[in-house]
């Protein structure tokens, strides 16, 4: 009776931690190796590595790349130990998943910069004694040649031309060079170096983490790593995946008033997929208030309030959550001014555009225009819709650009 008992304990934690693990996840193959690692942990204490790979093609991380943090986080309560590839070689390659063309390669002197951020940034999700930082380039840049030609061999043109984006390429007589199908091979043997047992990745890299599976057959590593695939989080638009160069993004070293209002700034229905993705609430504590949100018990807004409270203590402090909210509610809520508003003083006759553009508001006057046009601009208070609007008056003006954006503007005499 006690074993049958210890058995059915054993198996009711083995439940709920693949209820945690799956979470959110849009594909998983190979789920009952993923158990068996899992039951060998709370049986034996074993530890399994866990890996994921990330080209460092920005100095930055954003709240899109946290979705793989989160879930390498969650593997390492059930025994994982993870490996966090910072992919310096494959990224001086390029690798256009899910793009129409090839992705510009960069220099190692990019990426080694790039890459210096990525170590601190990480373990703000991660459990540092269970993470190993490794760096592809310290096997990828010492392959012979003879080691790539048997790489290669292990992989025909055909199953290359599976991959989505290569066989829509190849149909619209976009190039692809060559160099372009060594990617997944040399992500696929960073998988046979480190002898992963779980691979994980965003959908748009399915094709590439399963062609692991296949090198670690081929090198018999006495292994098949499981993949599990994340979708790619949507940016503040709510329709794009976040990324930088939309401009759409909340990064993990913004400061804790700028990430507490981005995250205040989604709308209702993808607050709930940012809960799914990132909250370290269970799904059951989720399904409450979401169901107390749609009785109106609660008001969606103040739902939100706790995700933005949430994930700014995360990547800050409580102390700075706090401030963060009591700054966002002063601001908003009260319609009073930020205390540490930015001041610029310009010149008599200046153009708002072009002064809009200095301040970093917007990229370009053409970007000015169109939010003037939309509205988006606010001067002492009153909306300005006038895109040929130019400072004739001396005197201090406040401005406001969409909902977050203030400036002191302190026009001077010529």
């Not at 899910?98 to 960069?106: A, I």
């Not at 790593?225 to 976040?242: A, N």
């Not at 053409?366 to 008056?393: M, P, V």
Request: aromatic letters at 10%.
């Amino acid at each position: 009776m006690q074993r049958s008992n210890t058995n059915s304990q054993l198996q009711e934690k083995v439940k709920q931690a693949m209820q945690e693990i799956e979470r959110g996840c849009v594909e998983f193959i190979g789920r009952d190796y993923i158990e068996s690692l899992i039951t060998r942990f709370y049986e034996k204490g074993e530890e399994f590595i866990v890996k994921a790979g990330f080209d460092p093609t920005a100095p930055d991380l954003h709240l899109g790349h946290s979705v793989l943090l989160h879930k390498l986080a969650t593997f390492q309560k059930y025994g994982g130990r993870v490996k966090f590839l910072i992919g310096d070689f494959t990224a001086t390659i390029g690798d256009p998943s899910g793009k129409s063309e090839t992705r510009k390669p960069l220099s190692f002197e990019e990426v080694a910069q790039n890459a210096k951020t990525y170590e601190d940034q990480v373990f703000k999700i991660l459990d540092r004694a269970k993470t190993d930082i490794c760096f592809n380039r310290e096997w990828l840049s010492h392959l012979t040649s003879v080691a790539i030609m048997q790489l290669t061999a292990q992989y025909s043109v055909a199953r290359m031309m599976e991959r989505d984006d290569f066989e829509k390429r190849f149909k619209e007589n976009q190039p692809i060079s060559i160099v372009e199908f060594m990617y997944p091979l040399l992500q696929g043997y960073d998988s046979v170096v480190l002898q992963c047992d779980i691979e994980l990745g965003g959908n748009d890299q399915k094709f590439n983490l399963l062609v692991g599976r296949a090198l670690q057959r081929a090198y018999n590593c006495g292994k098949e790593q499981s993949v599990m695939t994340m979708p790619l989080l949507e940016g503040l638009d709510g329709v794009h995946k976040m990324s930088k160069s939309l401009r759409n993004y909340i990064g993990v070293t913004e400061s804790p008033n700028d990430m507490y209002a981005k995250i205040l700034s989604i709308n209702d229905t993808l607050m709930w997929r940012y809960y799914e993705l990132m909250s370290a609430k269970s799904l059951a504590e989720i399904a409450q208030l979401k169901q107390e949100v749609s009785t109106e018990k609660i008001h969606p807004k103040a739902a939100k309030e706790l995700l933005a409270f949430e994930i700014t203590q995360r990547f800050h402090n409580r102390e700075a959550a706090l401030q963060a909210q009591e700054a966002f509610r002063a601001v908003f809520s009260n319609k009073e001014i930020p205390k540490d508003i930015i001041t610029k003083e310009i010149k008599k006759g200046e153009w708002v555009c072009k002064v809009l553009v200095e301040l970093g508001f917007v990229p370009s006057t053409s970007q000015a225009r169109r939010d003037i046009k939309a509205g988006a601009l606010n001067i002492n208070q009153e909306k300005q819709t006038d895109e040929n609007f130019h400072f004739l008056q001396e005197g201090t003006f406040i401005i406001k650009l969409g909902k977050r954006k203030f400036a002191k503007i302190l026009v001077v005499h010529d």
